[in-house]
């Protein structure tokens, strides 16, 4: 069983920027794509970024192309949600999650293709 630990949420003021982390435990890190997603209260969960088991491939929601960086550590369990010119708008709790696959050139963007999630990290953006 995987398990998923997201760390570096806090409050910053807008455009300022925040490096979350997702450290993952229980499984063989390498053959998982992984993905970062937020949510808001009253509104569904939505994809931020997803990356590759790779980590060559990788996708963004259309609101945060250009402003976030998802990366995988060559060495060890972590994914990297790098978060610049953050915008009240970006305000929620911030979910890592993981899914086993053979393909390691895919991405995946709906949270239905997740069968792991983390407790999530909440993220503050003041204007």
């Known amino acids: 069983q995987v398990q998923l630990t997201e760390s570096g949420g806090g409050l910053v003021q807008a455009g300022g920027s925040l490096r979350l982390s997702c450290s993952a435990s229980g499984g063989a890190f390498t053959v998982y794509a992984m993905g970062w997603f937020r949510q808001i209260p009253g509104k569904e969960r939505e994809l931020v970024a997803a990356i590759s088991v790779n980590g060559e491939s990788a996708g963004y929601g259309d609101s945060v192309k250009g402003r976030f960086t998802i990366s995988k550590a060559k060495v060890g369990n972590s994914v990297y949600l790098q978060m610049n010119s953050l915008r009240p708008e970006d305000t929620a709790v911030y979910y890592c999650?993981?899914?086993?696959?053979?393909?390691?050139?895919?991405?995946?963007?709906?949270?239905?293709?997740?069968?792991?999630w983390g407790q999530g990290t909440r993220v503050t953006v003041s204007s």
């Open positions: 999650a993981a899914t086993l696959t053979p393909d390691r050139d895919e991405y995946y963007a709906g949270t239905h293709q997740y069968k792991f």
